[in-house]
């Protein structure tokens, strides 16, 4: 298993950019796909963005396509988040998590290890 620390957030006014990042602690997580997930208070969590093992393939949901971009440094044992023109419906703690499955797919049920998370709050 991998161990993962977020670090990154804060606030950040209506339109700012943030940029988070996922760093990963293990030998095999070149070969685990990452995603972001956030929860707002008194809302599920929600999946953000996803990126495979070999960083071929990334993911998006619908809300932040074309604002945010995942992307990885596997030399670095790293995963960025890279958050531009922010909205204060984004305000929520974001984790990063390791899939084992190696995909990164919003739907992965390999999700095993997470962070801790970071905050974000976005001001209007």
């Known amino acids: 298993q991998v161990q993962l620390v977020e670090s990154g957030g804060g606030l950040v006014q209506a339109g700012g950019s943030l940029r988070l990042s996922c760093a990963a602690s293990g030998r095999t997580f070149r070969s685990y796909g990452v995603g972001w997930f956030r929860q707002a208070p008194g809302k599920e969590r929600e999946f953000v963005a996803g990126?495979?093992?070999?960083?071929?393939?990334?993911y998006y949901t619908d809300s932040v396509k074309g604002r945010f971009t995942i992307s990885r440094d596997n030399a670095k044992s790293t995963v960025y988040l890279q958050m531009n023109s922010l909205k204060p419906t984004d305000t929520a703690v974001y984790y990063c998590?390791?899939?084992?499955?190696?995909?990164?797919?919003?739907?992965?049920?390999?999700?095993?290890?997470w962070g801790q998370g970071t905050q974000v709050t976005v001001s209007s």
């Open positions: 990126i495979g093992a070999s960083a071929g393939s990334t």
């Open positions: 998590a390791a899939d084992r499955t190696g995909w990164g797919t919003p739907q992965s049920l390999g999700y095993d290890s």
